[in-house]
């Protein structure tokens, strides 16, 4: 069990034993109990579970392993579990009976055959969640008689033998297992040797979905380890692992183990959004980053993020308001983090997962205060071939996307929180298919009070690691520079008006800034509700194409929802498709601000 902040096993918190060790040995049977010596299940005499509570005191979230040898003579039998959670009995690669979730104590019965007179082994697995926990392990006679297994005392019982003077090798693990696994978990079996018979490594076989592939295959304490990590499942398959080996007995005996398994559901990234190598320099590292702040009252959502970034921030009257953000040494609001993404208004206080946070840039502002601002992060990721999580720790909201060009106000969208929150996570899976370095934009805000940024990738073993840390194994690199001619939509009315509504009269327009490929002008088409229309397209300064259209046409009594289509293409031959839907004010919403009454004279 891994700790997630940094890919390492969670300590065992259970009791040991005399040795040191957390192996024990169990003379009698399996009849345990957390609350001992009250009873839970069939039988009375219940015991405390060993190692338990644990060295915090902790009765809960452990899981047990029993290992046993039984004789049993040809026939059929009947077993059964009683347990408070969950359980799994097996023998060998064989599974005779499971309850894989929580429960309150509850026999699960089950039945099998065998065909010669031995001492079979077998391994029962408890795992206990929350609240009460008890274990007993019985078999059931042709008169429905049960019997705990091992229980001396009473006729009939089966005998169980803690320990083996020669046995077989067994399966001890797979994995992936289920449904929802990440699309690079790597394929895993573990086999533990048996008492003086070991796995023969030489003779392990490894086929995947059918295809015979070549695994990594390591031997520690008895274990022999088999690891296929070569691969990165479709999205949404079903996927099939079987592995072979035979053992070192002077009569091998061979084993087979064969499990399915499906990955999680997730898109790829187009490769058509990575630019060349060439444009990207790998000489300025991490992210380049403009920040405005206000000391006005203004809404927490990224419309308003993006409407502060733009310099489109404005009084009622339409008047432009300043930016209070401190400035950097050029006077501008642009600064350079050549590191990772750690920021935090309080440092040098931690928030979020990782220590060592730094202030943001221009914050605290002019005006001393570290409320009401948005930060923008560009930068270039370079990702091979591979599955990836990226994760945003934020206080407050933030947007995570990439497109083609950075900048682009219609990107594909990662991931996004739009409102106020104290230091949370939020993680996206994606997929790339082509190695290459991908634009990516982070708009952030901060409301008031703490605030705090972090942006991390996860690997698969759990541990989170800042982008670009280059000073931890297995970070993901980021370039802050590059020359990216992408042309792209620089501004959407009334997409970016906040609260996405507009009066008939005032046009709707989409602002395009032209590049390399260059926009194909005869290429532009608008829809209005589904409806082509014709509208103007204007090149402003030689670099910014300015498509317009009046919706007055489309104007009802009452307020409607309006939905405008923008269709382009560059001389490339790629097409973009940008839309958005807003409120169109109906003729009922324009009532005056105030009347006079007949007779009464205007001033003007």
């Not at 046993?68 to 799994?88: E, H, I, K, Q």
């Not at 083996?164 to 797979?174: E, G, H, K, V």
């Amino acid at each position: 069990l891994l700790n997630p902040a940094n890919g390492q096993p969670f300590p065992n918190t259970a009791q040991t034993n005399t040795d040191g060790t957390y192996t024990y040995v169990e003379t009698s049977v399996l009849n345990y109990n957390l609350s001992a010596p009250a009873t839970a299940g069939n039988f009375p005499g219940d015991v405390q579970y060993p190692g338990m509570p644990g060295t915090n005191g902790n009765t809960n979230n452990f899981a047990l392993e029993a290992i046993t040898y039984l004789y049993l003579t040809p026939g059929a039998y009947t077993f059964g579990v009683n347990s408070d959670d969950g359980f799994r009995l097996s023998s060998l690669a064989t599974q005779v009976g499971v309850w894989d979730a929580g429960r309150g104590a509850l026999d699960s019965i089950f039945s099998f055959a065998v065909t010669q007179t031995g001492y079979y082994p077998f391994r029962l697995v408890h795992f206990e969640g929350t609240g009460p926990a008890s274990l007993e392990w019985f078999s059931v006679t042709p008169a429905g008689q049960t019997i705990l297994i091992n229980d001396t005392a009473t006729s009939g019982f089966i005998p169980a033998y803690s320990k083996a003077t020669s046995s077989r090798p067994y399966f001890l693990a797979s994995s992936p297992y289920g449904a929802g696994n990440r699309p690079d978990k790597p394929v895993v079996i573990q086999m533990q040797d048996g008492v003086g018979i070991q796995v023969n490594t030489n003779t392990i076989h490894l086929l995947v979905n059918g295809t015979a592939v070549t695994p990594s295959i390591t031997r520690t304490g008895g274990v022999t380890t088999v690891q296929y990590g070569g691969a990165t499942w479709a999205s949404a398959s079903a996927n099939t692992a079987m592995v072979w080996f035979a053992d070192t007995a002077v009569a091998p005996v061979s084993q087979t183990n064969q499990f399915t398994f499906s990955a999680l559901t997730y898109a790829s990234i187009p490769a058509s959004y990575a630019i060349s190598a060439a444009a990207v320099d790998t000489t300025k590292p991490g992210f380049l980053q403009n920040v405005f702040q206000t000391d006005r009252p203004v809404p927490s959502t990224i419309a308003y993020a993006e409407i502060m970034l733009a310099g489109q921030w404005a009084d009622a009257a339409g008047n432009l308001l300043p930016n209070k953000a401190t400035a950097n040494t050029d006077g501008s609001r642009t600064f350079a983090q050549t590191n990772v993404l750690n920021y935090n208004v309080a440092v040098p206080a931690s928030a979020g997962n990782f220590t060592g946070d730094s202030q943001f840039p221009g914050i605290p502002g002019t005006g001393g205060s570290t409320n009401t601002f948005a930060l923008e992060a560009i930068t270039y990721l370079y990702l091979p071939v591979g599955y990836y999580v990226l994760g945003v720790n934020s206080d407050d909201g933030f947007r995570l996307t990439t497109a083609p060009n950075p900048h682009e106000q219609f990107p594909y969208q990662l991931a996004v929180f739009d409102g106020t929150r104290a230091a949370a996570d939020t993680t996206t899976g994606f997929g790339i298919t082509n190695a290459g370095y991908y634009p990516f934009r982070l708009v952030y805000f901060q409301a008031t009070g703490p605030g705090s940024l972090e942006l991390f990738s996860v690997a698969v073993s759990g541990q989170k690691i800042l982008v670009n840390d280059t000073n931890t194994t297995g970070c993901i690199r980021a370039y802050r520079s590059a020359t990216d001619t992408q042309p792209y939509v620089q501004w959407a009315y009334p997409y970016r008006a906040g609260a996405y509504s507009a009066l008939a009269g005032i046009p709707v327009y989409f602002t395009l800034v032209d590049g390399t490929p260059a926009v194909q002008l005869n290429s532009i088409q608008l829809t209005f509700n589904g409806t082509v229309v014709s509208p103007s397209v204007t090149r402003m300064n030689g670099t910014n194409i300015v498509v317009s259209y009046d919706p007055s046409a489309y104007q009802q009594t009452t307020n409607t929802t309006a939905t405008v289509q923008l269709v382009w293409a560059d001389a490339s031959g790629h097409y973009n498709t940008n839309a958005f839907s807003f409120t169109l004010r109906g003729y009922e919403s324009l009532t005056p601000l105030w009347t006079l009454p007949p007779g009464s004279r205007s001033y003007l």
